[in-house]
């Protein structure tokens, strides 16, 4: 006859202990492996959109605050999030998904042009300095274009502060810029569950932008960075 006592089972009990576990594992473990996963995958996007804003910001210094310019600098230095999404390496039969990589992507004037279209979908750069009225106080008319500039030049024989701005010259040429990125998470049910969280009633009302993220399935990744402006900024540049 069979024990059924401490050293056995019964005939009914056999094998619960295992369907137990299967079933931890699937609503447990499973989901709770798959958001860390997700969470490196963001750690990762979000080092590389700073190091993105930072390159826009440079982009911006150099060019005289033209956006233009900080987009397509921003669009080239997130281009990795981008290297194996068929955004990259290009054959006869056009884009494919296989063996994409950065430098391809970078290299690609095809590759950089959708590259740029799918970025400007998903991102927004914001001139935070100077602002107009850092123009206000110390633009000047430069003779060769009639453009508004600030002077980057002679900044340490005339710095007073400016009285609208409440800034100093050197002030006013700091190009300080925000960016917002749209990252689209890639781990299944995980992102909707994530999705669902930030813009439950739990959390305070999300900003506009932050909405259009959420449309997209994806999350907003807030950059900022700070560069000294080389060239003197146009106001033209910065209204439009």
């Not at 605050?65 to 290297?83: N, Q, S, T, V």
């Not at 453009?147 to 400016?162: C, E, K, Q, S, T």
């Not at 300080?176 to 669902?196: G, N, S, V």
């Amino acid at each position: 006859m069979r024990a059924t006592g401490a050293a056995g089972c019964a005939r009914a009990q056999c094998g619960a202990a295992t369907i137990e576990f299967y079933i931890i594992a699937f609503w447990v473990l499973v989901p709770m492996f798959m958001a860390i996963l997700q969470l490196g995958l963001f750690m990762v996007a979000k080092n590389t959109a700073n190091v993105a804003t930072l390159a826009a910001a440079r982009a911006g210094a150099a060019s005289g605050l033209d956006m233009g310019e900080m987009r397509r600098a921003f669009a080239l230095h997130i281009a990795p999030l981008y290297a194996t999404s068929g955004l990259g390496r290009i054959s006869d039969e056009g884009f494919v998904d296989a063996q994409s990589n950065y430098g391809s992507v970078a290299s690609s004037a095809i590759a950089r042009a959708r590259l740029e279209t799918e970025v400007a979908r998903m991102h927004r750069i914001t001139v935070l300095n100077p602002t107009t009225q850092s123009f206000d106080d110390f633009q000047i008319t430069r003779a060769s274009d009639k453009a508004r500039i600030i002077p980057v030049d002679g900044l340490y024989a005339n710095n007073a502060m400016g009285s609208k701005s409440q800034q100093q010259r050197s002030d006013a040429l700091l190009l300080k810029i925000e960016t917002r990125y749209c990252y689209k998470m890639i781990i299944p049910i995980i992102d909707r569950m994530i999705i669902k969280v930030l813009t439950s009633d739990m959390w305070s009302d999300p900003k506009l932008d932050h909405l259009k993220c959420y449309a997209l399935n994806a999350i907003p990744i807030l950059s900022q960075s700070v560069v000294r402006i080389t060239v003197p900024p146009e106001r033209s540049k910065l209204e439009n």
